[in-house]
């Protein structure tokens, strides 16, 4: 958990990472864009690289408030129940949280490039993965573990056609219907 005021920049980080990509991010934008005085991101992140991994676990932060919810209760049995939490969690990041997909897109492939941020990029991205493998094992999964990271990568494709490829924004049925197709091979 963050201060409330590194929370203010971290999310003014993201804006800008959306809007302006990796090269519009400075500290003064930050400044900017968060209504703060000029160096107070700078007091709480001092280089770019302390910015970056501010706004990384601020984006998780928010995308793992996208996708909790209550997949342990769903029985192995309703794969459709578990389709639909899924489908409504990729809906948001396609749409409420389309501002957070992007900068996400853009910090992964800064990362590719900031061993530092990787390191960073890599432990939030095992979290995802860790839930997605505790899905399918509390729905009865033979193979948690691929299945878990099939989910994972089943998912990013969706959400990077829909975000910043060359597809269009898939409805919630849509994606309903995808997901359950995906875990009906999957599932018991």
């Keep these: 958990m963050i201060s409330h005021r590194a929370e203010v920049i971290a999310d003014a980080a993201i804006e800008i990472l959306a809007e302006r990509g990796m090269r519009g991010l400075t500290h003064r934008a930050v ?17 770019r690289s302390a910015l970056l991994e ?11 408030l996208l996708f909790s919810g209550p997949p342990a209760d769903v029985p192995p ?11 409504g969690a990729t809906y948001k990041a396609v749409t409420d949280n389309r501002v957070g997909t992007i900068a996400r897109y853009e910090l992964a492939l800064e990362a590719t490039r900031r061993q530092e941020l990787r390191t960073v990029y890599d432990e939030l991205g095992r ?7 505790a899905l399918f094992a509390a729905a009865g999964s033979a193979d948690p573990v ?12 969706i959400l990077f056609d829909a975000v910043v490829g060359a597809g269009r924004t898939p409805s919630l049925d849509d994606l309903h219907a995808a997901f359950a197709d995906f875990l009906r091979g999957r599932l018991p």
């Design 31 to 47: 400044d900017e864009a968060a209504g703060l005085p000029q160096g107070s991101t700078s007091n709480h992140a001092r280089t």
């Design 54 to 64: 501010l706004t990384i676990n601020r984006l998780a932060e928010r995308e793992e």
């Design 127 to 133: 979290r995802f993965r860790e839930a997605a493998v």
């Design 77 to 87: 049995e309703t794969g459709g129940d578990l389709a639909g939490f899924v489908a």
């Design 146 to 157: 691929r299945h878990g990271h099939e989910l994972v990568a089943f998912a990013e494709g």
